[in-house]
Every structure is written in C-alpha cells, then in structure tokens.
C-alpha cells in the first residue's frame, strides 16, 4: 500500500504547496466520508488532516480525492 | 499505490493525448462520483482534473473509468 | 497499480484474442457498471472498450470480471 | 495487481487441485456478484470460470472469496 | 496482491497461533460477509477458514478484519 | 497488500505514539466499520486494535481513517 514518495512528483508537489500555504481541502474517503480541513503533513501511507482541530490520518489508499476549495 | 508510470503505455498516451487537446472526459470514482471535466495533467498517483474550474485530484486507486466525451 | 503485463499469460493471451475476434465481451467494474462492447486494446493499466463507438479505458484495478458474450 | 504466482502455495495448489477434479465452487466478487460453476485455469491476473458453459474472468483483486462446495 | 509473508511479523504468527490452538474467530470482508469458523491455514494470498466443515478461502485483499473470539 | 513498513515515517511514528500513550483512536474500515480503542501493535498487514477488551486485527488494506479522540 507504500506509495513511491518521490518529492518531485506533480501531485506530491502540490499537497505540499496545500500544506505551506494551509489551503482549506475537500478529502473523500472510498467509504464516502468527506472530510474539509487542512492537510498537516504527508508520507507513503497517510494524508493528516486537521478537521476541527482534531487529527486524522486519511490512509492514501482509501483516498478517492482531494479538491483544492481555498 | 504508484502505478509503473510508462509513457509509452497506450493508456498513459491516451490521457495525453486529452491533456493537449483539452478534450472533455467524464472520470467515474470507485465511491461513484462522476467528474465531466478536462484533464490539466497526470502523475503515477493521481489525474488532476479541471472541474468548473475547480482542481480536482482524483486517485489512481480509485478511478474506475475514463470515457472520452467531446 | 499497474499489473505484471506478461503477454505470455492465459488471462492477457485471452483478452488478445477478444480483441483479434472482435468478440463481444460484458466486463463489470467494481463500482456495479457494466459494459457490453469490444475490446481495443490493452495495457497494464486499462482495458479499452468500444461501447457504442464511445472510447472507454476501464481501469484494470476497478475491473470486477469479463464475459465473453459473442 | 499481478500476484506473486508460486505454485507451491497453499492457495494456488488447491485452485489447482480443483481444476483436476473439476469441483464446482462458489466465487464472491467485491461487487457482490456470486458465481457457482467450475474453474477452468487460474494465471497471476484473474480465475477463470466456467458457469452454465459460459467463459468468465474473475480479477483476483476483486475476488472476495471461493467456497468449495462438491 | 501477495504480501510479503515473513513468519516473524506479529500479525502473521497470531494467526499461526489461531491455527495451532483451533480457536474461532469472526472474519469480515468487505463485502459485508462474516465467517464465524477456525482458520485451517494461511498463505501470501489466501486465509482458509473451515466455517460449519466447508472450506472457505477468504482472498486477503479482501479481509477487513479478524476478531479472536474463542 | 503488505506496506514498506519503515519506523521512521510519520504515519508509523504516530501510531506508534498511540501505543505508547495508550490513547483512544476511532478507527474506520472500508466496510464501514467503525472501532473506539486503543491500538495494541501495529506490522505491516494490521492494526490490532483492542476494543472493549476484544483483540481485533483491522487489515492494514481495509482501513479508511484512524482518528485520535482521547
């Protein structure tokens, strides 16, 4: 479920730029859950999110998508 | 969750063939989200789309389908 | 995502022939979608289908089965 | 979505022993879909089945389950 | 859709030891399918339950979880 | 299914914080399942998870979100 987390790639670039700029995202989960926040930090298996202030880890396998929404 | 990202594989041509010629592509989701859009690029994880002029990531693992629409 | 796409396999010798015979095939994605049309071509990422002339890549890791109808 | 296919596994050999003794078998998919026929060879991709003589490819990655039912 | 299956890891000796002490467990898939029984054996691909004396094999990729409940 | 299961990654650092810790998670599968407890160990196929005193192994594939709550 390891993603290749190679930094240059276009999409990992741009959840990092998500996260410099803490850009509001809409994250929807395979199991139909969406979540809005900000995108904390990334790796291979996980997208963290802050919702609320409350800390999720989104496993990048039941990612369906992110929208960029501000 | 990477895919082996050849671009010489036809379907990798194909999705760049759409992104040059702003075709219009309706992009089903395993979670059943249907996204009629253009394609603006794609990487090993994810086909970023144009919505509305929305940015979308749709996940590799997630997509089901691609139909070219116009 | 992508697969071992080893065109000495029964399963990519199987589509090949779909493809040669122009035979039509039912193919259902994980999301409850099925196509009936001809396959195109293959690679290690999708099954291209004609479904009423309209181009269809289905994603092979949403791809549930295919039957072969005609 | 390629499978490590050894031949030695446990799994793989009673798929095998199945084909031989030509036993019917019940097979789940993830989209609900239940097949009750025969298996007629198995590669890394997918298993193939035979219900009522018809020829179908079940994808590994979407098979949920084979119940050995005579 | 193999694991890696090194026999040292945590989650593959506790179901070593599921075997060995014939304790039952409820197995769910994403499907929705729960099986009470015991497991028989595991491989890379498969956990095989004998659930009411019928042999099921339930594909990993599609195990949600197993809980120990005897 | 198995993941590079290396200590050194975030995802893997903060649920091993959990553990450690003892805190609460909400842990959510793909079935839709959701599990309040602690978190026990984690490999590289699972999350054992001990929820009201019941040890469960949630597969490592099958899990959407891992919440920390308490």
Known sequence: MAIEFDTGLPSIRQIQTLIRDQQTVELKLL??????????????????????????????????YIKITG
């Open 31 to 64: 199991t139909g859950d969406v979540f809005n926040g900000s995108v904390v930090w990334q790796d291979a298996h996980a997208i963290c999110l802050s919702v609320d202030g409350q800390t999720t880890l989104a496993m990048r396998s039941a990612v369906a």
